[in-house]
């Protein structure tokens, strides 16, 4: 049994009204809700009649729908304080006066959404829902504290919740590479883990690598770094890429591939606002 839901509706949305611990809620939607005749128990079952084989309820689809996008937000590394930020929670101007880049940004952002929308859609959407997929991220430039950081936890908050696909979020610190080291290192108990995890980060549909431009930029760091960069171009999956560096400053890196695989996959984009930190601090800082 399917509930037939207007294109605007997956079926679920996001409640802000925080009732216990830090976060909102996602809700199923009210048409949903009016369809459920289960109770909302799992395993979410109706019995039409006492000696009946049980069908399932029309609410479970979006049930689990709901379960599994908790879940990915949960495991996306996205800091805690973050998750369930979305654009609403994004301002684009400070005092009045608009933040270079960021309206921008913003309304690019929601094109993508709209076609993430697409790939939650049912199967039977067919190939057109896949072929829509957001595919070009953003290179993301400015000085600390223009809300980079910020605005990519929001873009991957939204686009986890509208396509109900995983997203990942990393930041290029030293305790990166460690665990990546450990990784390649024939002593550690993680060892052979290094090519699940590059494997992983590498075909993630939604990837943010945060702060990137700290590393050390040693040959090896770089190469691994190319290798994930390299691999998502080849898979075509989308990625933001927060740094203080300009996008010429690139170039010296890996012998400028790091440089022209950023041009192939993202838009270049530069956020200027010296007082957003300043006013945001509260929200914006863990
Ligand atoms: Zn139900």
Redesign the pocket.
């Known amino acids: 049994m399917r509930i037939d839901l207007p294109g605007s509706d997956p079926g679920y949305y996001y409640d802000p009204r925080v009732t216990a611990g830090m976060h909102g809620e996602i809700r199923l939607s009210p048409r949903v809700e009016r369809h ?5 128990r799992p395993p ?1 079952q ?1 019995f039409r009649q006492p000696d009946a084989e049980p069908a399932w ?4 689809r979006y ?1 689990l729908k709901t379960q599994e996008i908790n879940r990915l937000i949960g495991s996306s590394g996205i800091p805690d304080p973050f998750r369930y930020k979305f654009l609403d929670d994004f301002y684009e101007s400070f005092d009045g006066k608009p933040i270079e880049g960021a309206d921008r940004l913003k309304r690019h952002l929601r094109t993508l959404i709209e076609k993430s929308r697409k790939v939650n859609a049912p199967p039977d959407a067919g190939a057109h829902a896949v072929a829509s997929q957001p595919i070009r991220g953003y290179f993301l430039t400015g000085k600390p504290g223009v809300g980079k950081t910020y605005f990519s936890y929001v873009a991957l908050n939204e686009l986890i919740f509208h396509s109900g696909r995983p997203g990942k979020f990393i930041s290029l610190s030293k305790a990166f590479f460690q665990t990546l080291r450990f990784a390649f290192d024939e002593n550690s108990p993680m060892h052979g883990k290094s090519e699940t995890f590059l494997r992983t980060l590498g075909n993630v549909p939604f990837l943010v690598i945060d702060d990137f431009g700290v590393q050390r930029n040693t040959e090896w760091e770089l190469e691994m770094l190319y290798n994930l960069v390299d691999t998502r171009y080849a898979n075509r999956r989308f990625t933001i890429v927060t740094t203080n560096k300009d996008i010429e400053n690139v170039k010296d890196l890996a012998e400028g591939r790091l440089h022209s695989r950023f041009i192939e996959m993202c838009y270049i984009i530069r956020i200027h606002a010296s007082d957003f930190r300043e006013r945001t601090r509260k929200e914006y800082e863990i």
């Not at 459920?36 to 909302?40: I, M, N, P, V």
């Not at 309820?57 to 479970?60: E, F, L, Q």
Request: charged fraction near 25%.
């Open positions: 459920c005749r289960c109770g909302g979410y109706i309820c029309p609410c479970r049930r």
